[in-house]
């Protein structure tokens, strides 16, 4: 079994443009995570699902960020009017969910907004 | 404020010598505290968490109320052990969130 998969690997973009970033869970894996990492930084919630809702997404910074998984696997965080203090890896981490706090981690995505 | 603190950055140890890597937190409730760990090249993996009580690789964590620590043991360290690790808090409102701390540098040497 595949683990945790994130693409692209690295986007550059231009400040202001659109991205979305991809994850792909476990397969099973009910709650999907997202975090955003600066340099010399721990990993920064930013949004958890669990199956499709959202359950808690009081990480992300403001309204340019979205993240959906609309069938409850495959995850999208999508990123409005991109500026450059977006730039950051962002990793997605998957769990079974049901009492299991166990985050399995994808391999990230770095972003560069120019 | 949920809160985790990882005091050093870098912390170089010789291989067969005791290391210690500090993480305190601040939460109100009742923490549920777990250490990533992250090696070259490789994706961050979980290597313990206080409610299991396991030891991993030669590693132990002790949660301290009183303290409100979370500190990695690891009485003889080995070069395999170089990495990043991260302390991190679950903060369990009405859904699971995660407060991970900075993380601290480990360097074995030889």
């Known amino acids: 079994g595949a683990g945790v998969s994130q693409t692209p690997s690295n986007k550059v973009t231009e400040k202001g443009k659109y991205v979305e970033l991809r994850c792909d869970p476990i397969?099973?894996?009910?709650?999907l995570y997202w975090y955003r990492q600066s340099l010399g930084q721990g990993p920064e919630f930013l949004i958890y699902?669990?199956?499709?809702?959202?359950?808690?997404d009081s990480g992300l910074p403001n309204d340019r960020f979205f993240a959906v998984r609309p069938e409850g696997s495959v995850s999208t965080l999508k990123i409005q009017r991109t500026e450059r203090g977006d730039s950051a890896v962002y990793l997605c981490?998957?769990?079974?969910?049901?009492?299991?706090?166990?985050?399995?981690f994808g391999p990230g995505t770095r972003l560069t907004v120019l | 404020a949920q809160r985790v603190t990882q005091p050093e950055k870098l912390l170089s140890v010789f291989k067969g010598a005791p290391v210690e890597l500090k993480c305190n937190y601040s939460y109100s409730g009742s923490p549920e505290l777990f250490w990533y760990v992250q090696y070259s090249r490789q994706r961050l993996q979980l290597l313990l968490r206080h409610i299991s009580r396991e030891s991993i690789k030669g590693f132990t964590a002790d949660l301290n109320k009183g303290e409100t620590s979370f500190h990695l043991k690891k009485p003889f360290a080995q070069e395999e052990d170089s990495a990043m690790y991260y302390c991190a808090l679950m903060i369990d409102n009405y859904g699971q969130n995660f407060v991970f701390g900075p993380g601290t540098r480990l360097s074995v040497l030889p």
């Open positions: 981490a998957s769990s079974l969910g049901q009492g299991s706090n166990e985050q399995f």
């Open positions: 699902f669990q199956g499709t809702g959202a359950a808690d």
């Open positions: 397969s099973g894996h009910t709650a």
